[in-house]
Every structure is written in C-alpha cells, then in structure tokens.
C-alpha cells in the first residue's frame, strides 16, 4: 500500500490521489493519517477529507410536503 510507504512523497501523492478521486472507501485510512507524526502528511489528509466531503451528495434540502 501507498499509504503505508516509508517514503513521505509517495504517501503523499497517495493521499492526494485519493483525494482528487473522491475515494469514500478510504476515509477510514485518511482518517488514521490526521494523526501523523509528518505534518504534511496530516495536513495532505485533511485535505483530501475535505475533497471527499465537499464531492459527497448532500442530500434534497427542500420541504417534501
């Protein structure tokens, strides 16, 4: 797994990646990764976490009377 490589520019470009895909199924990952020892890794995931979010359907707001 890209994620889980020792090598900080290759995490990161992972993150990224699924960040730019709107990957739901790695929430669970990005999540773990906010709390990285390497800043720019965390900070990469909340990114990323906000891409997700802001691409994720936010449901019909309008009154269903």
């Given at each position: 797994k890209?994620?889980e490589s020792n090598d900080?520019?290759?995490?990161?470009?992972?993150i990224?990646?699924?960040?730019?895909?709107?990957?739901?199924?790695?929430?669970?990952f990005?999540v773990?990764?906010l709390?990285?020892?390497?800043?720019?890794?965390?900070k990469?995931?909340?990114v990323?976490?906000?891409?997700?979010?802001?691409?994720?359907?936010k449901?019909?707001?309008?009154?269903?009377?």
């Amino acid at each position: 797994k890209k994620l889980e490589s020792n090598d900080p520019k290759v995490r990161l470009a992972a993150i990224e990646s699924l960040g730019t895909m709107h990957a739901k199924v790695a929430l669970p990952f990005l999540v773990d990764l906010l709390e990285d020892t390497n800043a720019d890794i965390a900070k990469a995931s909340a990114v990323a976490l906000k891409k997700i979010n802001a691409a994720s359907p936010k449901g019909d707001k309008r009154d269903k009377d």
